[in-house]
């Protein structure tokens, strides 16, 4: 073989190690494309709607196009304190996501062992089910009243609000996990003699976790949309607070741009929340 050919033919080997590189990384960063992509079609498909809707209305309702400057003047300075009633954005959603992650966790904490012990047992199960049935559709709003008796302050009856509202998912997604633990797992734990604790961390715990973070991802959810609802009527700092004083100064461009900030906050939350859940998914083998 010629000096030629040997080169032509290393060089053809690189090329397509190359294209077979470069096919890989693609089809690796495919699902983000598809994701960006689904989230572009949405994002049009919102601002048609929304522009549609400022047309046919007659009360004045301000287009996506006339509130860019408000959006983009609010976010460019987002940390400004000007006294107690004005502040920056920034401020506003810390406030808030402060009081959403501390009433979460205090919700997780009581939720995960009662979804547990719920889903362990059934004589349990057909006792406090119907207590959990109740509760849960409960408005967030009826809540606020009890969390000020209990709490004596409105930012900390937001947070109770926030926690009781969240536990419900939580809740019922882990007990339907522990519930539905194949009958083969629990005879091998019981073939091999473990311990309470040992059935937990090894059995309970790996099912269940799936079932956990779907309970956790809704729990997140609610939160976030709970909180608007109980800093309104707390007032103070918080992006629900934010929202009422902006109506109630009739800057209805200042309350659409919040409103934008909300949801983009809550997909946020959504997509963080289903990241780390990804992380413990796994496919069971029969």
């Known amino acids: 073989m010629s000096v030629a050919t040997e080169r032509r033919a290393t060089s053809d080997v690189s090329s397509e190690r190359f294209a077979r590189a470069l096919a890989t990384a693609l089809r690796g960063t495919r699902p983000a494309l598809q994701s960006l992509a689904g989230m572009a079609a949405g994002a049009i498909v919102l601002l048609v709607v929304w522009q549609i809707a400022a047309s046919v209305t007659t009360g004045g309702l ?101 926690f009781i509202c969240s536990l419900w998912p939580t809740v019922i997604n882990t007990a339907f996990g522990v519930s539905t633990i194949p009958q083969a797992h629990r005879d091998v734990a019981r073939v091999f003699e473990f311990s309470q604790m040992r059935y937990l961390t090894k059995v309970v715990l790996p099912h269940s976790l799936p079932h956990i973070f779907v309970g956790l991802r809704l729990s997140l959810g609610i939160a976030w949309l709970v909180i608007v609802a109980a800093e309104m009527l707390s007032g103070g700092t918080g992006i629900g607070f934010f929202v009422w004083d902006s109506w109630n100064a009739l800057n209805l461009e200042q309350v659409l741009s919040a409103i934008l900030l909300i949801g983009l906050v809550g997909l946020a939350l959504d997509r963080g929340m289903a990241a780390i859940g990804n992380r413990f998914a796994y496919t069971e083998v029969d």
């Open 62 to 162: 301000p287009g996506p196009t006339s509130r860019l400057g408000t959006f983009s003047s609010m976010v460019r300075d987002p940390f400004f304190d000007r006294g107690p009633n004005e502040k920056g954005i920034g401020l506003q959603l810390a406030a808030s996501l402060q009081r959403v992650f501390i009433g979460f966790a205090l919700g997780t904490v009581v939720a995960i062992p009662m979804g547990i012990m719920l889903g362990a047992s059934r004589m349990l199960r057909a006792v406090l089910d119907p207590i959990v049935q109740v509760l849960r559709p409960v408005s967030p709003l009826a809540w606020f009243p009890i969390g000020l008796v209990m709490m004596r302050s409105a930012p900390n009856a937001a947070v109770f609000v926030v």
